[in-house]
């Protein structure tokens, strides 16, 4: 959790004063300013400001540092970073829009390494609400293929002998996603208009593929 002069060194690093922090952060000035001065906020109070830095590229470090997050190439490895990339994803998406893609062998993984899946849920309903997603697809091997969400189509691939695996293509960005690995999920994010159009495509042919979901005991697809 950052502290009081992280967020301080951070809105300096955006060239922000607190006025600029409290709407992003959808927060009060004065809220902002206790935070400031060592007063303990609620988690879901600083996954807020958290989101508001991720969408200006700097990041918390450890040992109290703040960063501006490297451009071209960026490395989420665990589970605490995936929460980082999750935030990413989702800012990149509120700013961008657009059409998502996302290719998975078993979509229920990205569940076990959310913190808050409600939280990410509710967050991309409403920007598809607002008109902001365009489309989200989801190409998946394994998938509960049912959600109460309905931002996102599915199409699903007969099960197949790859590895946990999965890309996910939006904005200008690709990001390849091992959920294999000695501390996973390790993520890999790209920021290229070329690879992710490339993906894009690759994406498109597979779709068109890609079959009805199985029902499930419910009888919902």
């Given amino acids: 959790m950052p502290t009081g002069k992280q967020i301080r060194a951070a ?23 206790n935070i400031e001065t060592g007063v303990v906020p609620k988690t879901s109070t600083i996954e807020r400001i958290v989101r508001a830095f991720s969408g200006a590229g700097i990041e918390f470090t450890d040992n109290e540092g703040v960063r501006r997050r490297p451009q071209g190439v960026e490395i989420f490895e665990g589970q605490e970073r995936f929460e980082e990339f999750t935030n990413f994803v ?48 989801i190409l ?20 197949t002998t790859m590895a946990p695996t999965a ?3 939006f904005a200008d960005y690709l990001a390849l996603i091992s959920f294999e690995h000695s501390n996973p999920p390790y993520v ?18 597979a779709w068109a593929a890609g079959k009805e979901p199985p029902k499930t005991k419910g009888g919902k697809s």
């Fill in 90 to 137: 989702y800012e990149q998406i509120k700013e961008h829009g657009g059409h998502i893609c996302l290719s998975v062998t078993d979509e229920r993984l990205f569940s076990k390494y959310r913190t808050n899946t409600i939280d990410y849920y509710e967050r991309m309903k409403d920007l598809f609400n607002r008109g902001v997603i365009k489309s989200f697809r």
């Fill in 11 to 33: 809105r300096v690093l955006a060239g922000w004063d607190i006025k600029d922090l409290a709407p992003r952060a959808g927060l009060s000035v004065t809220a902002v300013q």
């Fill in 188 to 205: 890999l994010v790209i920021q290229s208009a070329a690879l992710a159009d490339s993906y894009r495509r690759a994406f498109e042919i």
């Fill in 140 to 159: 998946a091997n394994k998938s509960n293929f049912a959600t109460k969400y309905t931002y996102s189509t599915y199409k699903w691939q007969p099960e």
């Fill in 167 to 169: 890309f996910y293509t």
